[in-house]
């Protein structure tokens, strides 16, 4: 028989094994904005934004002083942040960008704009915003036609900052 999720679900909060508590926190903290919401000693730590009890969990308890997993291996590939707006993952990017976080990749997908780098583990991270499904791209057929076209990460910084009233901060 199949079955089909019930279209309200969501993906509720990622947990990422890490090889140093403080050094997580702080990334995803200082970087970010989250908010540490509970800390479980040394091993673990539970983030938000909004007070939400944990949009992300980080912990030490099978992996402190691990090394980064290989290329090639099985694993998460990234966890993505959606943004509400798109002057929102603007000023976000911004603060990346201002912070020296070296971006991995950007793409505009038709569906969503996004930006790519990596945490201090390695583990990939996406900051998103999606269109509206009625600007979704389709094929003849009615299919999404998602895409990997390029997308102007200083343009959408640039939009960001005018939405914030702060000076357009660009990449080097």
Same mark, same amino acid.
């Given at each position: 028989? %199949?079955? =089909?999720?019930?279209? /309200?679900?969501?993906?509720?909060?990622?947990?990422?094994?890490? %090889?140093?508590?403080?050094? *997580?926190?702080?990334?995803?903290?200082?970087?970010?904005?989250?908010?540490?919401?509970?800390?479980?000693? *040394?091993?673990?730590?539970?983030? %938000?934004? /909004?007070?939400?009890?944990?949009?992300?969990?980080?912990? =030490?308890?099978? *992996?402190?002083?691990? *090394?980064?997993? !290989?290329?090639?291996?099985?694993? @998460?590939?990234?966890?993505?942040?959606?943004?509400?707006?798109?002057?929102?993952?603007?000023?976000?990017?911004?603060?990346?960008?201002?912070?020296?976080? !070296?971006?991995?990749?950007?793409?505009?997908?038709?569906?969503?704009?996004?930006?790519?780098?990596?945490? !201090?583990?390695?583990?990939?991270?996406? @900051?998103?915003?999606?269109?509206? !499904?009625?600007?979704?791209?389709?094929?003849? =057929? /009615?299919?999404?036609?998602?895409?990997?076209?390029?997308?102007?990460?200083?343009?959408?910084? +640039?939009?960001?900052?005018?939405?914030? %009233?702060?000076?357009?901060? =660009?990449? +080097?």
């Amino acid at each position: 028989m %199949s079955y =089909t999720a019930d279209p /309200g679900l969501r993906v509720g909060h990622v947990h990422l094994k890490v %090889s140093d508590l403080d050094r *997580s926190i702080a990334f995803y903290r200082d970087v970010l904005g989250l908010e540490v919401q509970q800390r479980l000693g *040394s091993g673990a730590a539970f983030l %938000s934004a /909004g007070g939400y009890h944990h949009h992300l969990g980080l912990n =030490t308890w099978q *992996s402190c002083g691990g *090394s980064h997993p !290989p290329r090639g291996a099985t694993g @998460l590939y990234h966890v993505a942040f959606l943004y509400p707006t798109r002057d929102a993952l603007g000023r976000a990017v911004a603060r990346v960008v201002d912070l020296g976080v !070296p971006l991995a990749g950007a793409a505009d997908h038709g569906v969503s704009e996004a930006v790519y780098f990596d945490d !201090p583990d390695g583990n990939g991270v996406e @900051l998103y915003r999606d269109r509206a !499904p009625e600007d979704w791209p389709r094929d003849a =057929t /009615g299919a999404l036609a998602m895409s990997n076209a390029p997308l102007d990460v200083d343009g959408l910084i +640039s939009q960001g900052a005018r939405a914030n %009233s702060l000076p357009a901060l =660009t990449r +080097s």
